[in-house]
């Protein structure tokens, strides 16, 4: 999902807090281009790419359908890429009126900087989900998200595209940062090489690395 939108100030008696208003048919009412992006919302935060200068920890007013103003937090920044936790739960009705105003889904979703892990770590913080929910979902264990994240582990490949899927992403976004990280290339082959060693499966064979 992709929904564009335009970030404005509206003054607040303890200070100036900035509105995110979603625009109609992806462009503002007089025709300008909007200055933000929002990539996959979910219940209790979303991912918005914007130039204007944000700060983690800094407020935001999302103005939505169904809903009004609901308050969010910037939780973490990567460049143009800003992860908010919305201050309440949206409703499902909520998300999908936005849904209604979403733009066809684009290829930079994600930040271009930051390893396969780090990527995991954000998209998980966006979508609000624990580890043991992310592992419930994936019929992995707990800990070995944790390894995802932490770049101690990566994926087997027939996993990305169903961990894409649970995130609302392109799988060729996780790919393509995955075969950028050598280390993780590494990882990969020597499972293989173990798993047809022992004659089981990929899956099965768990890399853990201390550094």
């Not at 609901?70 to 800003?82: D, L, N």
């Not at 992860?83 to 889904?105: D, I, K, N, Y």
């Not at 998980?124 to 979902?137: I, K, N, P, W, Y």
Request: hydrophobic content about 45%; aromatic content about 4%; overall charge negative.
């Amino acid at each position: 999902m992709v929904i564009r939108a335009h970030l404005d100030q509206a003054d607040q008696r303890q200070g100036v807090r900035r509105q995110l208003r979603l625009a109609t048919s992806g462009a503002l009412p007089s025709g300008e281009a909007a200055n933000v992006l929002i990539h996959n919302a979910s219940a209790t935060g979303l991912l918005m790419q914007t130039p204007a200068p944000l700060s983690q920890g800094e407020t935001i007013e999302l103005v939505l359908p169904e809903a009004g103003v609901v308050a969010a937090e910037i939780v973490w920044q990567s460049g143009e890429f800003y992860g908010c936790q919305f201050a309440q739960p949206l409703r499902e009705a909520v998300l999908s009126a936005a849904e209604l105003r979403s733009a066809p889904p684009v290829t930079e979703a994600l930040p271009p900087a930051g390893t396969l892990g780090e990527r995991l770590h954000r998209l998980r913080l966006v979508s609000g989900m624990t580890l043991d929910e992310v592992a419930q979902r994936l019929s992995v264990s707990k800990p070995t998200v944790w390894a995802w994240e932490h770049d101690k582990a990566r994926p087997v490949a027939q996993r990305f595209d169903e961990i894409a899927a649970l995130f609302g992403v392109d799988a060729s976004l996780l790919t393509e940062s995955a075969r950028a990280d050598p280390a993780a290339e590494i990882i990969g082959r020597a499972r293989r090489m173990v798993a047809e060693a022992l004659g089981i499966s990929g899956e099965r064979v768990r890399i853990m690395l201390e550094y």
